[in-house]
């Protein structure tokens, strides 16, 4: 029992102890620092039960990794337990690590906020043995205008780099596009390497490019220490290599970007044209329109097109975009497929593209042709007619003649008798024809999955199963997979078999 007490109060005199010492606080490895530089911040809790905060990241600026530790020290017969968590990041301009709130034995504790310097980076020049370069082809456009721009990374002939690192371009203020294509030149002493890059600016304003930084490593053997007896393991020889890091940075650039006037979101030089595959087709086929744009600017930028016709059903795909930066211009097409179908006559309105036009610098509307769509066998309403009243028609003048009547006879009539008892029967099986058929309907249902059976293709098979694409989500999900395999490249593979079986146990049709 009195062991049982000593116990109970040696671990009351522990859990007072930790509580007494509690406390939380912040270290940060480094206050200032370049672009490209990670810093580190540790969150240090003595206590127990202790629970640090989430943080995914400082400011805009992602956290890189984390890692922990902890430890029991004891002073004086106090135990102190002491938990670390530390955080990477790595800024590019001024921030503020904010205060944290840390948790220790169910009382929160606030550590004080950091301020992190991002000190502005000297540009390298021409005579170092390495230089990283930033040019544009212009210093004012407008928003989304192209501009090029070239990175280009110099190497003095004779200069030791074992590993290369250039840092990604990346821009807040512009939509950036990397070609894929790496130049390699000679300029004088300098091996060079030119990555280069279409910029699009989303606002306008002078708005900065700010300098980018590569890291050259080169291979360095490691001090292993020691002496005595280990001095041959010692040996340079045996030593491992590891690579020693120097950061080179870029010129700054400015832009001044100018705003387009209002609602006009493209720049450039562009046309669009409409085109069917027939203007002339049956009931419930679909017709197919390409709507197709060319032209210089930033044509990735042209949104989908989605027009509404009355009494149509409607299936278009996501437009598709080729463009490339060709010398000083960014160019391509843009290509929407869209299938319309319908029962009756309609026509395809006009399209309409609107852009600041690139030599002008005024807006431009181009616009294609309505296309006037025939629906072979549709029911026309026409407009109502007046008969003439049979009043206003002059009246035949009877005449009386003084000749004698003929005596009657059959014979002059027998063909139009043999005539009318002929249509009447003609008429009679069609009637008969017509009950027996009303009396045994042909499924819609049936005939649908029948003609599922005969489509030789994928390309048969989406034009039959078009017109249901709204009536139920399965024929909308084959459609979508038909659609791949027709315009994506996909190899979907369709089972006629199970579809027949869905589509008659669903009754679509």
């Known amino acids: ?15 007072f102890g930790a509580s007494l010492f509690a406390d939380a606080s912040i270290r940060v490895d480094k206050m200032a620092l370049y672009p490209g530089d ?23 600026f992602p956290i890189l990794g984390t890692s922990s530790a902890n430890s ?4 004086n017969g106090n135990t102190t337990r002491n938990i670390s968590r530390s955080y990477t990041f790595s800024p590019t301009h001024d921030v ?3 205060a944290f709130s840390v948790t220790i034995a169910g009382k929160a504790y606030t550590t004080e906020p950091q301020k992190i310097t991002v000190l502005t980076p000297k540009a390298s020049k021409s005579g170092e043995p390495f230089v990283l370069e930033l040019k544009a082809n212009k210093k004012s456009a407008y928003v989304g205008e192209p501009i090029k721009l070239s990175m280009v990374f110099k190497q003095q002939v004779g200069a030791k780099a074992d590993k290369v690192e250039v840092s990604e371009l990346s821009l807040k203020d512009f939509w950036v596009k990397k070609e894929e294509t790496l130049h390699q030149n000679v300029e004088g002493e300098y091996v060079t390497k030119q990555y280069d890059y279409v910029l699009f600016p989303k606002k306008a304003g002078d708005i900065e490019i700010p300098a980018i930084f590569s890291r050259v490593g080169t291979a360095v053997k490691s001090d292993m220490g020691g002496g005595g007896l280990d001095s041959f393991f010692n040996d340079s020889l045996f030593a491992p290599m590891q690579i020693k890091w120097k950061q080179v940075f870029s010129n700054a650039l400015h832009v001044n970007v100018k705003p387009l006037p209002a609602n006009i979101y493209l720049y450039g030089d562009f046309s669009i044209e409409a085109s069917v595959d027939k203007t002339s087709i049956e009931p419930n086929k679909p017709i197919s329109l390409i709507l197709h744009i060319k032209g210089k600017g930033n044509i990735d930028d042209i949104a989908q097109f989605n027009p509404s016709i009355n009494d149509v059903a409607i299936y278009a795909d996501a437009p598709k975009v080729d463009a490339s930066l060709n010398k000083e211009d960014y ?8 299938a319309l179908v319908s029962d009756k006559d309609f026509t395809i309105p006009s399209f309409e593209l609107s852009y600041f036009d690139a030599k002008t610098h005024t807006v431009v509307t181009q616009k294609t042709k309505e296309i006037p ?8 309403k026409s407009a109502p007619t ?10 035949a003048e009877h005449t009386t003649s003084d000749e004698p009547k003929k005596p009657f006879s059959i014979k002059p009539y027998m063909n139009a008798i043999y005539g009318i008892l002929g249509i009447l029967f003609i008429l ?3 009637i008969w024809f017509a009950q027996t058929k009303k009396a045994h309907p042909i499924s819609q249902t049936h005939a649908l999955a029948s003609a599922i059976d005969k489509a030789k293709s994928d390309k048969a098979l989406f034009d039959l199963l078009l017109p249901y694409a709204k009536k139920d989500a399965l024929i909308a999900e084959i459609l979508a997979k038909l659609e791949a395999n027709l315009y994506g490249g996909a190899q979907n593979i369709i089972d006629k078999k199970e579809l027949k079986r869905l589509v008659e146990e669903r009754a679509i049709g």
């Open 96 to 98: 503020t690590i904010p």
């Open 72 to 75: 029991i020290q004891m002073i």
């Open 428 to 430: 009679a099986f069609g």
């Open 38 to 60: 990670t810093v580190t911040f540790t969150l240090n809790a003595e206590g127990s039960d202790v629970t640090f905060p989430s943080i995914s990241s400082v400011d805009e």
């Open 331 to 338: 160019e391509g097409e843009f290509s929407e497929h869209i």
């Open 1 to 15: 029992m009195i062991l049982q007490n000593l116990g109970k109060m040696a671990l009351l005199c522990v859990c």
């Open 373 to 380: 769509i025939h629906i072979i066998g549709a029911v026309i």
């Open 386 to 395: 007046l008969e003439k009243n049979k009043s206003s028609e002059p009246m």
